[in-house]
């Protein structure tokens, strides 16, 4: 069964400054794709960028980047430049084929200004 | 492109009532899912459609919980005899097999939060 696990509930940085979120996963797959998502407060979930498995080099969205350990099964998240508007709900997700995604319990990211 | 969309918004109920929440997905998209979050946790998987098909339920989908996509369009979510744990907030997202080049990725509608007094 697939499994996400985010280690850090609360995490805080300050304006301006570069925060790492941690996420690793199990699956028995070798074709699959990971997700990080974005919750702000009662807003919609948002997608802040993917990777696929079958590639090696890590996946860059502007200020986002990850850190995609495949062997280790680690999925990490860096923003950088941290701005105000970062502020949100982090989960981290995996999906196998067209199906359900499978979610972390997610982290909460504050921006001290 | 609108956006998948979510109504009502918000449901107050009493228990044992029955409700029932819409999902109207990203018109070119043939896969339609349900999950339910409830506070501060991940959302969790209830099923899935491909157009009108329902291809997958989670073992969280009770006995009093259906779900419909009759013309494989909008999407319906009927909770029946609603207890006080069904208390979350129910979110529709849809893809297509290929969007865009993004496989899989999944596009969420803002939710509909219940709340079972």
């Known amino acids: 069964a697939q499994t996400v696990t985010q280690s850090q509930p609360e995490m805080s940085v300050q304006e301006a400054e570069t925060v790492t979120l941690s996420c690793t996963y199990d699956?028995?797959?070798?074709?699959?794709?990971l997700f990080w998502y974005k919750q702000p407060p009662s807003r919609q979930m948002i997608l802040v960028i993917r990777q696929e498995a079958y590639k090696q080099q890590n996946a860059t969205e502007n200020r986002f980047s990850v850190n995609f350990q495949k062997a280790a099964k680690s999925f990490s998240l860096k923003i950088s430049d941290s701005q105000l508007g970062d502020a949100a709900m982090y989960f981290c997700?995996?999906?196998?084929?067209?199906?359900?995604?499978?979610f972390g319990q997610g982290t909460r990211l504050t921006i001290n200004p | 492109d609108t956006g998948v969309s979510q109504d009502p918004r918000h449901k107050i109920t009493k228990r044992g009532q029955n409700v029932t929440f819409r999902c109207d997905p990203i018109?070119?998209?043939?896969?339609l899912y349900w999950y339910r979050q409830t506070l501060g946790q991940g959302p969790e998987f209830l099923t899935y459609?491909?157009?009108?098909?329902?291809?997958?339920k989670s073992r969280l989908l009770s006995d009093r919980f259906s779900a419909e996509r009759p013309k494989g369009s909008f999407s319906t979510l009927e909770i029946q005899r609603t207890e006080q744990g069904d208390s979350a907030m129910y979110l529709c997202?849809?893809?297509?097999?290929?969007?865009?080049?993004?496989?899989?990725?999944?596009?969420f509608g803002p939710g509909t939060r219940l709340t079972v007094t």
């Open positions: 459609f491909q157009n009108e098909a329902q291809l997958e």
């Open positions: 699956t028995s797959e070798s074709d699959y794709y």
């Open positions: 018109s070119e998209h043939n896969r």
């Open positions: 997700a995996n999906i196998q084929g067209a199906q359900k995604l499978v």
């Open positions: 997202a849809s893809s297509s097999p290929r969007t865009g080049g993004l496989s899989y990725e999944q596009y």
